[in-house]
């Protein structure tokens, strides 16, 4: 992700662009476009025409260069403050009724993501983490579950190459997910008998081809809502 003239990443910290506009591969300027709506400062991917004449996008970094690089240490971002910088999760705790809340160690290794899942009931915990780590994206999401909210089980990959999950929560006592595949598209995820099992969408709508995508969901105790395009 570019940002303001340096490009964050989860490995490196922070490596800094050369001077705009950057060179395509043909040698010719490279025209930054800017989406009307965008975040104040944001860099976005260049426009470029191939050899081929074909017309792609090459991140910033490949068509400005970067004059330097700097590790998290050099900006002294240690612990939390640096695992937060990752998105990786971190949790709190606290007893029932008490405002005072503990640091808790998830078993989540170098998972990260920016976009979790989380449901807590009277039962217990249920955390899903994004499919990705600090030097790639694995196809499947990563579930961990808590009675207390202190002690987390160890984490184990979600079936049906669930790659991000969009709602959580427990219907008739049974965890449900909502989420999607690596192929993009829509899925049910429901926790019976000790196992997950995935269900495609477009299955529970009765569809021939693939399903569409959902926009916002949620889980409640009596069922699951979605909103489709």
């Known amino acids: 992700m570019a940002l303001g003239g340096v490009v964050v990443g989860s490995v490196l910290a922070v490596d800094l662009l050369g001077p705009a506009p950057g060179t395509c591969p043909d040698?010719?300027?490279?025209?930054?476009?800017?989406?009307?709506?965008s975040?104040?400062?944001?860099?976005?991917?260049?426009?470029?025409?191939?050899?081929?004449?074909e017309g792609r996008y090459l991140p910033p970094q490949d068509a400005r260069g970067i004059t330097a690089s700097y590790t998290w240490d050099d900006f002294g971002v240690t612990g939390d403050v640096r695992r937060a910088a990752l998105g990786q999760p971190l949790a709190f705790?606290?007893?029932?009724?008490?405002?005072?809340?503990?640091r808790v160690d998830l078993p989540v290794g170098g998972l990260q993501g920016?976009?979790?899942?989380?449901?807590?009931?009277?039962?217990?915990f249920l955390l899903v983490v994004p499919g990705s780590t600090a030097t790639g994206v694995s196809p499947e999401a990563t579930v961990l579950t808590s009675g207390d909210g202190r002690s987390w089980s160890e984490p184990s990959a979600l079936p049906g190459n669930l790659s991000w999950v969009q709602a959580a929560g427990r219907v008739g006592g049974?965890?449900?997910?909502?989420?999607?595949?690596?192929?993009?598209?829509?899925?049910?995820?429901?926790?019976?008998?000790?196992?997950w099992s995935t269900v495609p969408l477009s299955d529970?709508?009765?569809?021939?081809?693939?399903?569409?995508?959902?926009?916002?969901?949620?889980?409640?105790?009596?069922?699951?809502?979605?909103?489709?395009?």
Request: charge should be negative.
């Open 27 to 37: 040698g010719s300027a490279s025209v930054e476009e800017v989406p009307p709506d």
């Open 39 to 53: 975040e104040p400062g944001r860099i976005w991917n260049v426009p470029c025409t191939g050899s081929d004449g």
């Open 93 to 102: 705790a606290a007893a029932p009724g008490a405002i005072t809340f503990q």
């Open 114 to 124: 920016a976009q979790l899942a989380l449901h807590g009931d009277d039962e217990g």
């Open 174 to 195: 049974t965890f449900v997910l909502l989420g999607s595949t690596g192929d993009g598209e829509s899925a049910v995820v429901i926790n019976s008998a000790g196992g």
């Open 204 to 229: 529970l709508l009765g569809l021939d081809g693939p399903g569409p995508q959902v926009m916002r969901a949620t889980v409640g105790p009596d069922g699951v809502v979605a909103t489709l395009p």
